[in-house]
């Protein structure tokens, strides 16, 4: 009988003793399981900095699509407002003609008076240019510059001359033809060098001559522009690349 009392102190013994391991086993299980969610954690993370990173190149190829959009609207802004600014022009100089022409009229010619050279036609003059014009503004580099050096040849003294030696030399520029393009700025230049247009034709000269590797003539272009035009963006411009060469 004795030996009960002994067995029960075995048995709480024994109890007690295995309390710690499973305590341990249900820590070990507990650490498991956060792992696991620490993982997936760490799996959401990689994935949002993935996302992340890809947006970011979509975001800058946007940024890039945009900026060309702006570059070639303001391309296109600006052949408009010379595009406007030369109609008004031909339109002053079409009455002044017209009203030479009914001076003319009304004064009875000399008799020793020789017929005048018919001249060229006004309106065809237009017509040719409007179509040389819409060329360029459609991106035809190649078919715009060919248009307007047969324009040039044809109305060398034309009402419309100098914004044909303009224009077809950007369009020659945007064609790659730099030699056609620094040439035909170069003649704008002198010859309407009080034009607004003189100094950016100047500017556009330069950046011809520099991609055909002529750095002489780029830089007497350079020094041309920085001189005659110093108060303009491109006359202070020349002055910063004169400064670095």
Do not use: C
Not at 41 to 50: C, G, I, Y
Not at 178 to 196: C, R, S, T, V, Y
């Amino acid at each position: 009988m004795r030996s009960r009392p002994s067995l029960r102190v075995a048995l709480l013994l024994a109890a007690a003793l295995a309390l710690p391991a499973r305590a341990g086993m249900f820590d070990d299980d507990e650490a498991r399981a956060r792992i696991e969610a620490l993982k997936g954690e760490q799996a959401e993370l990689v994935k949002r900095v993935d996302d992340i990173n890809r947006n970011q190149v979509d975001f800058a190829n946007q940024i890039e699509a945009v900026k060309a959009e702006l570059a070639k609207l303001r391309g296109q802004i600006e052949v408009l407002t010379h595009e406007i600014e030369a109609t008004q022009k031909r339109q002053k100089d079409f009455y002044v003609d017209l009203d030479n022409r009914l001076r003319k009229l009304e004064a009875a010619p000399p008799p020793e008076a020789k017929p005048e050279a018919p001249k060229l036609d006004p309106a065809q003059e237009t017509r040719d240019y409007e179509a040389a014009l819409a060329s360029l503004k459609a991106l035809r580099y190649k078919e715009a510059a060919a248009a307007f050096l047969a324009f040039i040849k044809t109305y060398p003294n034309g009402s419309l001359a100098a914004s044909a030696h303009y224009w077809g030399g950007y369009a020659h520029a945007q064609a790659k033809d730099h030699a056609g393009a620094a040439e035909l700025f170069g003649k704008f230049a002198a010859g309407w060098p009080n034009d607004e247009r003189a100094p950016s034709a100047l500017e556009s000269r330069f950046s011809s001559l520099e991609a055909l590797k002529d750095l002489k003539a780029a830089r007497a272009t350079l020094e041309l522009l920085a001189d005659n035009y110093p108060a303009t963006d491109p006359g202070k411009r020349a002055k910063l690349r004169l400064r670095r060469k």
